[in-house]
């Protein structure tokens, strides 16, 4: 299986503090992405990197990927209370589309 | 812009029993996905459209699950009849253009489904 594992499992930090989630995964990919999802609620995307990318921010986030070492990290600095959610990688290779485990992030204000 | 919608929010039946979910995708959006997400894990792909063309269903439980998507808008999914174990949300999400997983995806809020 393609599927990502998210790395914690579940994550808690105090406000302000980074938060740093990792995910890996098995076969070749052209892109990787990651969603967010609040409890009840759908997943919202956040970013795309694509396999010749190393390196990608969106405001406090900051995602990096590692085709040799088949991984990425998802880095979230300044985290605030309202970041408390699920966040999940997804792997697109061919005509693929898996999502991961999913890492719970907890930010206790 | 409106969101995907998605309807209903909540669904109680008993096994064997069937039940249909349906999703609004966004305006203009030509693909249509269709997942199920079990509690604790991630949502996993049933089937993707695109306009009325299905994409993949490869992981689709094609002898209790089916899923249509009228003139490239709407689409509803279908259990029957339905076992304990299809107990989780489902979840409609929508994207723009043709390209596989090139385009952020755009969730509804899921319906979640009980099996009695």
């Known amino acids: 299986s393609q599927q990502g594992e998210e790395d914690p499992q579940a994550l808690s930090i105090q406000e302000g503090e980074n938060a740093t989630m990792n995910c890996s995964y098995k076969t070749s990919i052209n892109n990787l992405q990651w969603y967010r999802q609040n409890s009840g609620r759908g997943l919202v995307h956040l970013i795309l990197i694509r396999s010749n990318e190393r390196e990608k921010h969106s405001g406090r986030l900051r995602v990096t990927l590692d085709t040799s070492k088949k991984s990425s990290s998802l880095l979230i600095t300044a985290s605030r209370a309202a970041d408390t959610a699920s966040y999940f990688c997804a792997t697109v290779g061919g005509n693929q589309f898996y999502f991961g485990t999913g890492t719970s992030l907890t930010v206790i204000p | ?116």
């Open chain 2, 1 to 116: 812009e409106a969101g995907v919608a998605q309807s209903p929010r909540y669904k109680i039946i008993e096994k064997r029993q069937s039940v249909a979910f349906w999703c609004n995708p966004i305006s203009g959006h030509a693909t249509l996905y269709w997942y199920q997400q079990i509690l604790g894990q991630g949502p996993k792909l049933l089937i993707q459209f695109q306009n009325n063309g299905v994409v993949d269903d490869s992981q689709l439980p094609k002898d209790r699950f089916s899923a249509e998507r009228l003139k490239g808008v709407d689409s509803t999914l279908k259990i029957q009849p339905a076992k304990l174990e299809d107990s989780a949300v489902y979840l409609c999400a929508s994207s723009l253009g043709s390209g596989f997983g090139v385009q952020p995806q755009h969730f509804g809020d899921g319906t979640r489904l009980s099996i009695l």
